[in-house]
């Protein structure tokens, strides 16, 4: 029944018969016996006939929707049983900051894997430590991160964006308004981290020493729940991303200065020169063009 199914979606989708049985690679008169096979198997029509032309019917219709997802899950199986038995599928194993807030990043995997449907694309997410050890250690192949120390001759450095640094801050506070903030400005106002609880002290470091916060800081596990913190004005969240142009009702972000300069962070994609491979600077092309055009 499979493979009538798939004739019918042909069919239903080319709005022919002569051009659903080339794009199937049958004749035409064995095309339309598959799907009165198929009708005869339902108990119902799925095409009402008139001439050489045809129209689904409405109970075509809905069967055409639900097939659509019934086939691709079908696909889907065969696929990852595949992978199960040859044990030797494509894959890429890429890890990204936890705390980033753009569209870049998942715009490339969105593209990376259109191109390579058979690539498994596996996601890693979590502080700049924790994925720098993991490539470090072999256990991911190219990762998507923040600069934080010089860089390496062990590693393909490749600096996608130069990305100015935000606050997102309740849109009822009262700095909300403001065209920028100085960071020596907050203070008073509780720092939201986004870290694993082994990488706090290590993210501790680098908001004091480098980015300079000087106030409480209030430790979230995600980007979800430290965004609930800033809607509940229980802080602000330093990022690299700006929310105006998505019009948040709830958050504003606000550009930081220091002294009248913008602070800003390098955003960048890390492999190993000895790890290279077609699919791993081929991710990163993508994540170039990306970050080229956001």
């Known amino acids: 029944m499979l493979n009538q199914i798939r ?3 042909s069919v239903a989708q080319t709005g022919s018969f002569t051009e659903a049985a080339f794009q199937c690679n049958i004749s035409q008169s064995a095309i339309s016996q598959q799907i009165k096979s198929l009708e005869q198997e339902l108990g119902l029509e799925l095409l009402s006939r008139q001439g050489r032309s045809f129209v689904l019917t409405e109970a075509g219709e809905y069967f055409y929707r639900k097939s659509l997802v019934l086939v691709s899950d079908y696909d889907r199986l065969v696929k990852e049983t595949e992978k199960i038995a040859k044990k030797n599928t494509a894959e890429i194993k890429v890890g990204y900051l936890r705390t980033y807030a753009g569209t870049g990043f998942s715009a490339a995997i969105s593209e990376f894997s259109k191109k390579y449907p058979d690539v498994d694309v596996q996601l890693v997410s979590g502080t700049h430590e924790t994925i720098f050890n993991l490539l470090k250690d072999d256990k991911l192949d190219i990762v998507f991160n923040d600069q934080r120390r010089a860089f390496s001759d062990e590693y393909v450095n490749l600096v ?8 997102e801050v309740a849109s009822f506070n009262t700095i909300a308004v403001s065209d920028f903030v100085e960071i020596e400005d907050l203070k008073n106002i509780p720092c939201i981290v986004i870290s694993e609880k082994e990488q706090q002290d290590s993210e501790e470091k680098y908001y004091r020493d480098i980015l300079g916060v000087k106030g409480e800081l209030l430790f ?6 430290a965004r609930v913190l800033v809607m509940s004005n229980k802080g602000y969240l330093i990022t690299n991303a700006d929310l105006s142009d998505r019009r948040s009702p709830a958050i504003s972000s606000i550009p930081v200065h220091r002294g009248k300069e913008p602070v800003t962070m390098n955003l960048c994609a890390f492999w190993k020169k000895d790890n290279s491979g077609y699919y791993i600077e081929d991710f990163a092309d993508f994540l170039k063009a990306k970050f080229e055009t956001v």
Do not use: S
């Open 220 to 225: 979230a596990e995600n980007l979800e729940e």
């Open 7 to 9: 004739y019918f979606q």
């Open 160 to 167: 996608l964006e130069k990305a100015p640094v935000y606050i």
